[in-house]
């Protein structure tokens, strides 16, 4: 949960800082999303409407844009560092950095179950925490798993969904990806429910942020090398397939299905905005 500090600390401020560099920007997508709008069907296409409806992707034009721009960024730059980690680091270092990413987001995932009332996943969130902390060495190693008690994720754009707020027209934002209204909120929210976004304080604890955010995102690109490059390769309208994987899997994700539901998700291909929540 958030830490509450009745004293005006460096580290507090600190925080808030951070935290306000990222609001601006997402503000800013949102508003963005107000200029353009796809052309909507004849109403009288029932067919048309109803594919409307399920893409939901009234600002059309505007993402397809934002997608271009994101391509060339891709890359130019995210899949070449994605290839020089996955070169540099074995599968066994990688495995530790992801174990260790997780571990260290496991009290925004157990803010969000508590929000959601998932009391038996918050008390696995729990347990995991405090077995990969200990044993797994900080959370290099996944002993958790050993013992029966299986990771999940969650996020506050998962609970804004639970308690009824509607998703919004479907975003695609250059680098951070496919999103929503909903889930930008949401990845707002993450941001100020996470402790490391208050504790600590001084440009020491300013670059380890900064790192930790750059490798998430390194973590995630490498991910997904082979599954976005099938895409490009076989795909005749690489957006719409990343799109409908996006939807796909925040339905997965928001009903708590099983794992190997996701898998009807393109092997996790439209993580989007989320993969920086990992």
Same mark, same amino acid.
């Given at each position: 949960? /958030?830490?509450?500090?009745?004293? *005006?600390?460096?580290?507090?401020?600190?925080?808030?800082?951070?935290?306000?560099?990222?609001?601006?920007?997402?503000?800013?997508?949102?508003?963005?999303?107000?200029?353009?709008?796809?052309?909507?069907?004849?109403?009288?296409?029932?067919?048309?409407?109803?594919?409307?409806?399920?893409?939901?992707?009234?600002?059309?034009?505007?993402?397809?844009?934002?997608?271009?721009?994101?391509?060339?960024?891709?890359?130019?730059?995210?899949?070449?560092?994605?290839?020089?980690?996955? /070169?540099?680091?074995?599968?066994?270092?990688?495995?530790?950095?992801? !174990?260790?990413?997780?571990?260290?987001?496991?009290?925004?995932?157990?803010?969000?179950?508590?929000?959601?009332?998932?009391?038996?996943?918050?008390?696995?969130?729990? #347990?995991?925490?405090?077995?990969?902390?200990?044993?797994? *060495?900080?959370?290099?190693?996944?002993?958790?798993?050993?013992?029966?008690?299986?990771?999940?994720?969650?996020?506050?754009?998962?609970?804004?969904?639970?308690?009824?707020?509607?998703?919004?027209?479907?975003?695609?934002?250059?680098?951070?990806?496919?999103?929503?209204?909903?889930?930008?909120?949401?990845?707002?929210?993450?941001?100020?429910?996470?402790?490391?976004?208050?504790?600590?304080?001084?440009?020491?604890?300013?670059?380890?942020?900064?790192?930790?955010?750059?490798?998430?995102?390194?973590?995630?690109?490498? #991910?997904? /090398?082979?599954?976005?490059?099938?895409?490009?390769?076989?795909?005749?309208?690489?957006?719409?397939?990343?799109?409908?994987?996006?939807?796909?899997?925040?339905?997965?994700?928001?009903? !708590?299905?099983?794992?190997?539901?996701?898998?009807?998700?393109?092997?996790?291909? #439209?993580?989007?905005?989320?993969?920086?929540?990992?």
């Amino acid at each position: 949960m /958030i830490r509450t500090r009745l004293a *005006i600390a460096p580290g507090t401020l600190r925080g808030r800082d951070r935290t306000h560099r990222v609001l601006p920007f997402l503000a800013l997508a949102l508003a963005l999303g107000l200029g353009a709008c796809a052309t909507r069907p004849d109403p009288t296409d029932a067919e048309a409407v109803a594919e409307f409806r399920a893409t939901n992707d009234p600002l059309e034009p505007l993402n397809r844009g934002a997608y271009f721009v994101h391509d060339g960024i891709d890359t130019l730059v995210l899949r070449p560092a994605a290839e020089m980690y996955r /070169i540099f680091l074995p599968p066994e270092v990688r495995t530790a950095i992801r !174990n260790v990413l997780a571990n260290l987001r496991t009290p925004v995932i157990l803010a969000n179950d508590l929000l959601q009332g998932e009391t038996q996943r918050a008390a696995t969130t729990t #347990g995991r925490f405090l077995v990969n902390t200990t044993v797994g *060495i900080g959370g290099i190693f996944d002993r958790a798993t050993g013992f029966g008690l299986i990771g999940h994720t969650e996020d506050f754009g998962q609970t804004l969904a639970v308690w009824g707020a509607p998703e919004g027209p479907y975003l695609f934002i250059p680098v951070l990806g496919p999103s929503s209204p909903r889930d930008v909120v949401g990845f707002a929210g993450d941001v100020a429910m996470n402790p490391l976004t208050y504790t600590g304080s001084g440009e020491t604890w300013e670059a380890i942020n900064i790192t930790r955010t750059a490798t998430t995102a390194l973590d995630t690109r490498e #991910g997904l /090398i082979e599954p976005i490059d099938q895409v490009r390769a076989t795909s005749l309208d690489p957006y719409a397939t990343i799109r409908s994987a996006y939807r796909q899997r925040r339905v997965v994700e928001i009903r !708590n299905a099983p794992t190997g539901a996701a898998a009807t998700s393109d092997s996790g291909l #439209g993580s989007g905005i989320q993969g920086l929540r990992r």
